[in-house]
């Protein structure tokens, strides 16, 4: 079965500029989660969706949204890019109520 | 507010050594899962250890082992004959049902030949 992917893996912006990060999950799992992970916050809950539904939130601002389609497959929006938002965005998938979440490799994102 | 605390920032252990990474909890929920994950330099975040809360038994995986005491909500991971391939970011990780996962700060663990 294949893990979880995540593109792009590396991603150079510029303030001001937005963007889009993409996460496939592991066939049959329909809950997907993002993580925003930078050394000096740690790994920090971005949101969740399940079902094309956002279940849980986590603290960030509204620059930050995201979908799910009915593949499973999610999507990550960035806006007005900051240079704080550089970071390792971390995309994981679970069944439905088991919460083993299982990771991706991550995209890295540098904003300039 | 549900935390996560992982009090040593990093750790070192001679090799085939054993080593336990602790971690401790704050919660009102008496139904709830805790996780150890393993990150290793290829940043590939891998599930090592899961503990459901009203399982009183502790959870083994070959050499990974937990001592999970709920009324003192610590959650201490145990490495038996600590390998290089050991050598990671440990993060204690708590969840209850449907809810977000809460991750620790991590503990950095060096295996030292």
């Known amino acids: 079965k294949a893990g979880v992917t995540q593109t792009p893996r590396y991603l150079i912006k510029t303030r001001g500029q937005q963007v889009t990060l993409s996460c496939s999950p592991i066939?049959?799992?329909?809950?997907v989660s993002w993580y925003q992970q930078t050394p000096g916050q740690g790994l920090q809950f971005l949101f969740e969706?399940?079902?094309?539904?956002?279940?849980n939130k986590g603290n960030f601002p509204g620059r930050f949204s995201g979908r799910q389609f009915s593949n499973s497959r999610s999507e990550m929006n960035v806006s007005t890019l900051e240079l704080g938002d550089s970071a390792l965005y971390l995309c994981?998938?679970?069944?439905?109520?088991?919460?083993?979440?299982?990771f991706g490799p991550g995209t890295r994102l540098t904003v300039l | 507010a549900q935390t996560v605390t992982q009090s040593q920032p990093e750790m070192s252990v001679q090799e085939a050594e054993t080593v336990t990474l602790s971690c401790t909890y704050d919660?009102?929920?008496?139904?709830?899962?805790l996780f150890w994950y393993k990150q290793p330099p290829s940043r590939q975040m891998i599930l090592v250890i899961r503990?459901?809360?009203?399982?009183?038994q502790n959870a083994t995986e070959n050499r990974f082992s937990v001592n999970f005491q709920k009324a003192a909500k610590s959650f201490s991971l145990k490495i038996s004959d600590s390998q290089l391939g050991d050598a990671a970011m440990y993060f204690c990780?708590?969840?209850?049902?449907?809810?977000?996962?809460?991750f620790g700060k991590g503990t950095r663990l060096h295996i030292l030949p």
């Open positions: 990780a708590y969840s209850t049902r449907d809810d977000k996962i809460i």
């Open positions: 919660t009102s929920e008496s139904d709830y899962y």
């Open positions: 066939s049959g799992h329909r809950s």
């Open positions: 969706y399940f079902s094309e539904t956002q279940r």
């Open positions: 503990q459901e809360a009203y399982k009183q």
């Open positions: 994981a998938s679970s069944r439905d109520t088991s919460h083993e979440q299982f």
